[in-house]
């Protein structure tokens, strides 16, 4: 599975953006699909999080009621998919790397748990100003 993001920009605070999580390969492999972000010097911390099989979503406290976490088949045979992080009402605090993961169904402490995830994508920088 390659996981590519895209849509990181350069915002003002209070602004609105877009990421987009391209998965192609055995996607039908996948059952969580997370948005990680990275602040400098720092662990990655979850964001938001999905499982495909029935649409189930998790959040960080930091973003809930602001981001949006969403799921769509781009590929009618499963092989490719679109997984999108609609965030509003950006701050500054959410200057951070982006990136998406997926996992196998591995075991885990919990759905952010970074243990869990096979797979990453080389992330996104999204910068918000004040």
């Known amino acids: 599975v390659q996981l590519v993001e895209s849509g990181g920009a350069s915002v003002q605070a209070g602004g609105s953006l877009r990421l987009t999580c391209t998965a192609s390969?055995?996607?039908?492999?996948?059952?969580?699909m997370t948005w990680y972000r990275q602040f400098p010097g720092q662990e990655r911390e979850g964001v938001a999080a999905i499982y495909r099989a029935n649409g189930v979503t998790e959040y960080a406290n930091s973003v809930k009621g602001r981001f949006t976490i969403s799921v769509a088949n781009a590929n009618a045979e499963n092989r490719m998919l679109r997984m999108y992080l609609q965030m509003n009402a950006l701050s500054p605090d959410d200057t951070a790397m982006y990136y998406c993961?997926?996992?196998?169904?591995?075991?885990?402490?919990?759905?952010?748990?970074?243990?869990?995830?096979?797979?990453w994508g080389q992330g996104t920088q999204v910068t918000v100003s004040s």
């Open positions: 390969g055995d996607t039908f492999r996948t059952y969580w």
């Open positions: 993961a997926a996992d196998q169904g591995r075991a885990a402490r919990g759905v952010f748990d970074i243990a869990k995830y096979d797979y």
